[in-house]
């Protein structure tokens, strides 16, 4: 069974950098035709997908966000990191990573907790 942990700061101050990891068990992140993605949910909206990290480590990213959004990968730890600049209130939402199998974008077949994340001074 494959789990996900997301893990990082709970509070960031406008105009700083988020930054959050996803640690995968039970399955490498480097298993052919999956997609790992970073995914959030504003309080009282619904679900956005923000980007992607293929297997084959090609990255993909949603065109509201990928002037501030960069994804990586750490394959000796099987963990994948999000990064998100500028940050503003409007950024504050439950931080979700998430595995979906030759699509990029879902339908996910794993998703972590959340994390929440506040944007504020």
């Known amino acids: 069974q494959v789990q996900l942990q997301e893990s990082g700061p709970g509070l960031v101050k406008p105009s700083q950098t988020l930054s959050l990891t996803c640690t995968v068990s039970?399955?490498?992140?480097?298993?052919?035709?999956?997609?790992w993605s970073w995914i959030r949910q504003p309080p009282g909206k619904g679900l956005e997908w923000m980007g992607a990290?293929?297997?084959?480590?090609?990255?993909y990213y949603s065109p509201s966000l990928k002037s501030r959004t960069s994804i990586s990968r750490d394959t000796s730890k099987n963990q994948f990191t999000l990064q998100l600049s500028s940050v503003t209130p409007e950024d504050t939402a439950v931080y979700y990573c998430?595995?979906?199998?030759?699509?990029?974008?879902?339908?996910?077949?794993?998703r972590g907790q959340g994390t929440q994340v506040t944007v504020s001074s």
């Open positions: 990290i293929a297997y084959s480590g090609s990255t």
């Open positions: 039970g399955g490498s992140i480097t298993t052919d035709y999956y997609y």
């Open positions: 998430a595995a979906s199998v030759h699509l990029v974008a879902g339908p996910y077949l794993y």
